[in-house]
T-cell receptor, first 114, second 115 residues
């Protein structure tokens, strides 16, 4: 079972910031938070990941709460092409007992509207 | 583009036929994963390889499924005696496991329809 909880759907106006929440209250100290998205009929696309600190790249920002029990993915200026299913996944690092597999939940369907 | 590639992108077959899918990972990635995704669901793990060794298989991988990665580069996933329930998107991902965070990159998938 997935270790994360996400709202099933969200809407966002084009040009506005999209803030996608994720609850991972049972996360372990060495587990990373990963975000992927999947545009219709395509393979999942890696967005960003983090452990404790907030992270930013060219696609998005990841804000992780101090207790690490939740996080928010921020798309700063959403476009219609950002319409997709967004998956939040927690995963132990390579080298631990982790087998490497990603466990996907249902994700959040983000609809960006004009 | 040197991303993960999969072939074919679409496959239609009749029940009872065998099918084989190919995945070419990103060059020098030592881990390769197979996932299956049915309509409306997130991807589900099937199996993975580290180099040429198959290290884990999901319970979803019945005896009709077999995967290989003979030289630690490309991989094949074969389904024997296909059933209508095998209809799904089959996704391949690769990663470079060097310690710490390991990011998997996915291919475009092979969509299988069993009639």
């Amino acid at each position: 079972d997935a270790k994360t909880t996400q709202p099933p759907s969200m809407d966002c106006a084009e040009g506005r910031a999209a803030n996608l929440p994720c609850n991972h209250s049972t996360i372990s100290g060495n587990e990373y938070v990963y975000w992927y998205r999947q545009i219709h009929s395509q393979g999942p696309q890696y967005i960003i990941h983090g452990l404790k600190n907030n992270e930013t790249n060219e696609m998005a920002s990841l804000i992780i709460t101090e207790d690490r029990k939740s996080s928010t993915l921020i798309l700063p200026h959403a476009t219609l092409r950002d319409t997709a299913v967004y998956y939040c996944i927690v995963r132990a690092p390579y080298g631990s007992s982790n087998t490497g597999k990603l466990i996907f939940g249902q994700g959040t369907t983000l609809q960006v509207k004009p | 583009d040197t991303g993960v590639s999969q072939d074919p992108r679409h496959k239609i077959t009749k029940r009872g036929q065998n099918v084989t899918f190919r995945c070419d990972p990103i060059s020098e990635h030592n881990r390769l994963y197979w996932y299956r995704q049915t309509l409306g669901q997130g991807p589900e793990f099937l199996t993975y390889f580290q180099n040429e060794a198959q290290l884990e298989k999901s319970r979803l991988l019945s005896d009709r499924f077999s995967a290989e990665r003979p030289k630690g580069s490309f991989s094949t996933l074969e389904i024997q005696r296909t059933e209508q329930g095998d209809s799904a998107m089959y996704l391949c991902a690769s990663s470079l496991a060097t310690g710490g965070a390991e990011t998997q990159y996915f291919g475009p998938g092979t969509r299988l329809l069993v009639l």
